[in-house]
DNA sequence: TCCAAAGCAAGAGCACTGCTCTCGTTCATG
DNA sequence: CATGAACGAGAGCAGTGCTCTTGCTTTGGA
């Protein structure tokens, strides 16, 4: 029996083949580093190999030891914002969690740990939630990061759904056959009436946030926090999670 | 395709000041023309003044007697993506008025006459509600043309609430300051609770739209023109339109 | 009618970019 | 210890946005 691939990865990193292969880990970490630095500085279409090389003391030709392309480290750059994301959201929902709040404020409280995360990140949330960049395409490993999030959320609905606290939304009948085969896949354990609409739910939060976030709601909406919160708490209700506010 | 002339641009051209007026017109035109062909093959990023003037057969120092850089080169493709957005949802708007639609309705087709526009012009709805480019400010030119399908969606309930078909949606205290400026800013004529509900739906539609556009569905939702009509007619009733599918 | 002023296209050039290739050097391992 | 792989440096290619100069053409006023 072959032992699980987490457990493998774990083995090479914790056994130091030498000090090339230390140095390479190393060089690579310095990379993204500063990459992510121009990136939080001028945006990822500024982004140039060239003045990362150039800061580490490198050649540009350098960088491609470690990079084999400019897509490949944003990439990279891609996931870790996928991942800082999801990490943000399932650390607002363990916050909750322990302290046994209703489904309404932690699906709320996550909400706005994610825009949060968003507000300090705009750069990096742009990469990842913003327009795509043309000719590429994302590799399988973004996708397990990039689910994160959503797997928060639907986490919250399920814990709702087993308490017996969550009200079924209703479902066109064009959607049920969809959503019943989003439950199967990612969602076990949460009825279909409300994958439907914690999908929907889900792409209306990050609406929200990308509207403020890229200027849509200058000279429109000051108050975007409270707009955002009342909003968010909406969504939780149309969902079918209780409402916070009449507890 | 010509995009809808301003006021002093139908003047001017009815006024025929000699040919080279004419010629750079036509030329202007043409540079946006092939602009406008190549955002739609590559994306805004691979939008080059150097190709565009290869493709018109002149020189590139040449495109800068017409648009002073690039950025003024794709201000110009933005105004003109916000005039066909807000048009396509002006036309589905007159349309719907003409049956003498129930405003949810309406709101609806207004919605479906948004996604469909962004569907077929992905690159340019992008440029307009995508990562905006760092560096760049949107001109005052552009908030006239952007405000377009807002203002639809606000004379749809507008319209219900002055034939008393308006319910009121709850409105939280931190908003009610916010809400009446908007309301006199840009919505006359409708209650507050509604406005800050209709910036909240405006920003949740975009979302899905968004989602779809930017490959966030990809191996999550199929049926999803099904789910955008459930979530839009979801979202009509948010601002207190009357329920379309109980009619 | 003539002429200066303004508009225009072209070309050279600058400082960049991503990326490739070659050339010595250094390291890890059989 | 020797050999092959990894590595950094540098030159170079094709491309970019943008500027400046150089002539030519059109335009509008004297």
Partial sequence: MVSAPIAWQTDRMSTIRGARERARIEVTAAIKDEARKQL???????????AVARELGMVSSALYRYFPSRDDLLTALIVDAFDAIGAAAEQAAAEQAAGEAPPAERWV???????EWALAHPHEYALIYGSPVPGYIAPMDTVGPAARVGLVLIDIVRGAYRAGDLTLPPLADGLRADAERMAADFAEGVPPESVAALVAAWAQLFGLISFELFGQFNRVVEEREALFRQTAGELARSVGLRDAGTA
């Fill in 40 to 50: 939080a500085e001028e945006g990822a279409p500024k982004l140039s190999l060239r």
């Fill in 109 to 115: 409280a996550v909400s706005c740990a994610v825009r």
